[in-house]
């Protein structure tokens, strides 16, 4: 069976602190690895990833894939209280139809 | 705002009742999947529809059922519900395999 698994489950750091939140997969016909940043409601985009070692970055945060090991990182560094929120990785099975399989996510808090 | 809307954004209903939700897709996005969401919970993929045909379906009974419309809106409808049908239900559109943006949800509560 298709699994995502992210860890850690929960984070608490303090503003100006660099996190590194885990995604770790077993799927068949993988496609691609997507990261989601959910704070209330609509998980919001932040990076999709199809090949290894290509890092991704968008100001702060950072994202990289590593296909034979099965897993990705999402960086974030000099937190903000604004990066609290559940981070969310989904990762894209294609065996003729397609669908996105999510982790439970990480629970991020940044505390002032 | 991704341009992905859903409706209505609460809704009560009693065990057994149906109920059907509405997403209308970003602009151009001719694909739409939806999700349910339960408290701590990620998203678990329901099905999706592409050119309005079912094209991928996860592990959720026959009681729910979609549809999508020309214009690439679509509905989630949901029969005989039950209690562990309360949760989020989220809508993504994409374009074709590109990645995918979700709308508000709808937050379902089953008393």
């Known amino acids: 069976e298709d699994k995502v698994v992210q860890s850690p489950l929960s984070l608490v750091v303090h503003e100006g602190d660099t996190v590194t939140l885990n995604c770790s997969y077993e799927v068949t016909n993988f496609r691609s690895l997507l990261w989601y940043k959910q704070e209330k409601k609509a998980p919001t985009f932040l990076f999709m990833l199809t090949s290894s070692g290509i890092e991704k970055k968008s100001g702060r945060l950072s994202s990289i894939l590593d296909k034979k090991e099965l897993f990705s990182i999402l960086n974030i560094t000099a937190t903000q209280t604004g990066d609290s929120a559940i981070y969310l990785c989904?990762?894209?099975?294609?065996?003729?139809?397609?669908?996105?399989?999510f982790g439970t996510g990480t629970r991020l808090k940044v505390l002032a | 705002e991704t341009g992905v809307t859903q409706s209505p954004t609460h809704l009560i209903k009693t065990r057994g009742q149906q109920v059907t939700l509405r997403c209308s897709s970003q602009s151009g996005h001719n694909t739409v999947s939806w999700y349910q969401q339960a408290l701590g919970q990620g998203p678990q993929f329901i099905f999706q529809y592409y050119r309005e045909e079912e094209n991928g379906r996860g592990n959720f009974p026959p009681r729910f059922s979609g549809l999508q419309f020309p214009n690439y809106s679509s509905e989630l409808n949901v029969n005989a519900l039950e209690l562990d049908d309360s949760a989020l239900y989220l809508c993504?559109?994409?374009?074709?395999?590109?990645?995918?943006?979700f709308g508000q949800g709808t937050r379902l509560t089953v008393v």
């Open positions: 993504a559109s994409s374009l074709g395999t590109a990645e995918a943006f």
């Open positions: 989904a990762v894209r099975v294609d065996s003729g139809t397609y669908k996105y399989i």
